[in-house]
């Protein structure tokens, strides 16, 4: 975890909800559909998990269950 974190620093030190590095989420459904994925996951986010009106940032969760509803999207 210590590599991920640092490697995303590096290349994003400013996170990536502003970076032109990233897309956008195609729509509204979509966008909302992701972030209840994220919310409702019992895995512990580590990393990221901002928001923005149409994006969501690069986030890493780890423990996250096999049967989690964000695993079998």
């Known amino acids: ?3 991920i ?3 995303y620093s590096i290349y994003f030190p ?3 909800l502003d970076t032109p590095d990233m897309s956008k989420i195609v729509n509204g459904n979509h966008y909302k559909r ?3 994925l994220l919310a ?3 895995g512990q986010k580590i990393l990221g998990g901002g928001h ?4 969501i940032e690069l986030t890493v969760l780890k423990d996250v269950p096999v049967d989690d509803p964000l695993v079998k999207e």
């Open 14 to 16: 400013d996170g990536t």
């Open 40 to 42: 409702s996951s019992k």
């Open 52 to 55: 923005s009106q149409d994006k």
């Open 1 to 3: 975890m210590t590599a």
């Open 5 to 7: 974190k640092s490697s």
């Open 34 to 36: 992701v972030l209840n």
